[in-house]
């Protein structure tokens, strides 16, 4: 019987650092937002996005593989069809921990996270819901 969806989210939230796939340089995109959330609750987070040397005043990092560091939780807001490269990549880089946000979610890349035994969030709540985000 797999976790309830609660039950993945702590496990979720109880394993930093974490990485957002995604990270956005524009405040308005929810690649950005939720990378301010885990700043705002004091997590230890980093950005992948290649196209930008930073975000919100942290270094940005080309791929999970690029990493200084294992993260074993990541958040994903990237397009579907990127997701499933993007979990391919989470599991060479021993993620066991992926939280697709809406929108991103691809039935393939559920499956495939599911298959490599990834602790899965998709299809659910936004982690800025769940977190309680503010915006400043």
């Known amino acids: 019987m797999s976790a309830s969806i609660e039950d993945r989210i702590q496990s979720f939230l109880a394993s930093g650092p974490f990485a957002v796939v995604g990270a956005s340089t524009d405040r308005s ?7 301010r ?6 997590h230890e987070v980093y950005p992948i996005n290649p196209r930008a ?4 005043g942290l270094k940005a990092y080309a791929s999970l593989a690029a990493l200084p560091v294992k993260v074993p939780a990541i958040s994903v807001i990237t397009p579907p069809a990127a997701t499933e490269q993007v979990v391919r990549e989470a599991a060479a880089a021993g993620v ?41």
Do not use: T
Not at 101 to 128: K, T
């Open 29 to 35: 995109k929810y690649g950005n937002k939720v990378l």
């Open 37 to 42: 959330c885990y700043q705002q609750h004091g």
């Open 53 to 56: 040397p930073e975000v919100e």
């Open 96 to 136: 066991k921990h992926i939280w697709m946000q809406p929108g991103a979610e691809s039935d393939e890349a559920i499956r495939r996270a599911e298959s490599l035994g990834m602790n899965v969030i998709a299809g659910g709540p936004c982690l800025l819901v769940v977190m309680g985000y503010r915006e400043s």
